[in-house]
């Protein structure tokens, strides 16, 4: 049973800074792959980050690239994304998502992940 719990969205400046955590759950040989996903109103779902264990590779998409920073600890079991430089257009839903290196590599489509969280609201307003 894998299980992902997003947290420490909420409401924030233009230029400000957010600290997003993924609390992982479950079998790690299904986890090696983290990606974080997010979906504004009336837009598709656009992988933002990635990071995976097994490759010791990281992703961003090119919009948050020097803004947004990926990490996980050294027990695979939390996963952050450090937001700073925050802009109205990332104000979505964040998603974190998880499946195994045989199943998903990081950049790949949000459709190859099996395991999804219930997702954590950032908006990004004055």
């Known amino acids: 049973q894998v299980q992902l719990v997003e947290s420490g969205g909420g409401l924030v400046q233009p230029g400000g800074s957010l600290r997003l955590s993924c609390a992982v759950s479950?079998?790690?040989?299904?986890?090696?792959?983290i990606g974080w996903f997010r979906q504004a109103p009336g837009k598709e779902r656009e992988g933002v980050s990635c990071i995976s264990r097994r490759l010791d590779t990281t992703y961003y998409t090119d919009s948050v690239k020097g803004r947004f920073t990926i990490s996980r600890d050294n027990a695979g079991k939390m996963v952050y994304l450090q937001m700073n430089s925050l802009k109205p257009e990332d104000t979505a839903i964040y998603y974190c998502?998880?499946?195994?290196?045989?199943?998903?590599?990081?950049?790949?489509?949000?459709?190859?992940?099996?395991?999804w969280g219930q997702g954590t609201q950032v908006t990004v307003s004055s």
């Open positions: 998502a998880a499946g195994p290196a045989w199943r998903v590599l990081c950049g790949q489509d949000y459709s190859r992940y099996p395991y």
């Open positions: 479950g079998f790690s040989s299904v986890t090696d792959t």
